[in-house]
């Protein structure tokens, strides 16, 4: 019997995703037989024609790069973060057949950092100027930070982050990408650039006590400057947990099911991790 409920993951690439890890472990763990999750390559030129065209059987929608602002566009409703950060990465289906937008990037950013231990009105600063670093102003802004400092490696992509900014309430200090050693002097480091981006700062930095390093990246794991940080006992969040944190979100407002079976799906997801990086 085919399943009766479905929800996927889209995006492009698409094909590396372990989000089917994971919901697909929850479905098993809460008893939902007749739930799915799959990959679905789509480009943001393609997502409005997909979306139209997806029956009722289909709860949600994980959305990746470069679908984020589009998926926010298409919805008939938003949550107040994905308007403010201007993305969406969660797309649910409503009774009356639209779509509400959600970004569960936020709250699963604020879940982790809480969990390594940063308290409320801190000094936060961020690395990269991205859509993950647009998440990073918001989960800032909910920890009750006033300002942050940005540490871009273009000026293009400081500028593009200020309406987010400015919707969220979040004053931006601007932090040359030559003095990004001096941006751990943060209570939290956010470093949302690419791979081996960030990696010269492992030894250029002056581990402070206090401070929580989120890295973004999760293959390879860990990384340069995430290694230094474990070396020197300062709380390290991989991207592996904020890919569970804000799956957690989703999979109860696409299911229902409150709370997702965490234990469950951090397992999947951990071992589907470790089996790839073993390769």
């Excluded at 997806?54 to 949600?60: D, K, Q, R, V």
């Excluded at 998440?135 to 000026?155: D, H």
């Excluded at 992509?157 to 931006?172: D, I, K, Q, R």
Aim: proline share 6%; glycine share 8%.
């Amino acid at each position: 019997m085919n399943p009766t409920r479905r929800a996927a993951v889209c995006g492009m690439p698409i094909a590396h995703s372990l989000s089917p890890v994971i919901h697909n472990a929850g479905f098993a763990a809460a008893g939902l037989a007749d739930w799915s999750y799959s990959a679905v390559e789509c480009d943001s030129a393609d997502l409005a024609a997909l979306v139209g065209g997806l029956g009722p059987e289909w709860a949600g929608l994980s959305l990746t790069m470069p679908l984020k602002e589009e998926a926010l566009r298409l919805a008939a409703a938003a949550t107040p973060v994905a308007v403010a950060i201007g993305a969406a990465n969660t797309l649910v289906r409503r009774d009356d057949g639209t779509w509400q937008a959600d970004n569960t990037d936020v709250a699963g950013m604020v879940r982790v950092l809480r969990e390594a231990g940063l308290k409320p009105a801190p000094s936060v600063a961020v690395l990269g100027g991205g859509g993950t670093a647009r998440a990073a102003l918001a989960a800032a802004a909910q920890f009750g930070a006033s300002a942050v400092s940005v540490v871009t490696r273009r000026t293009a992509a400081y500028e593009e982050l200020a309406p987010a900014a400015a919707a969220l309430g979040v004053t931006m200090i601007a932090v040359p990408w030559q003095r990004a050693p001096e941006a751990f002097e943060a209570d939290a480091v956010i470093s949302t650039v690419p791979k081996g981006a960030a990696d010269h700062l492992a030894d250029a930095v002056a581990w402070r006590d206090g401070t929580v390093l989120f890295d973004a990246i999760y293959d390879p794991w860990p990384t340069p400057l995430a290694a230094a940080a474990q070396a020197h006992a300062v709380p390290v969040i991989s991207g592996l947990d904020l890919l569970l944190a804000q799956a957690l979100s989703q999979f109860e407002q696409f299911t229902g099911v409150t709370p997702a079976p965490e234990d469950a799906m951090r397992a999947a997801l951990f071992e589907a991790a470790a089996a790839r990086a073993a390769g």
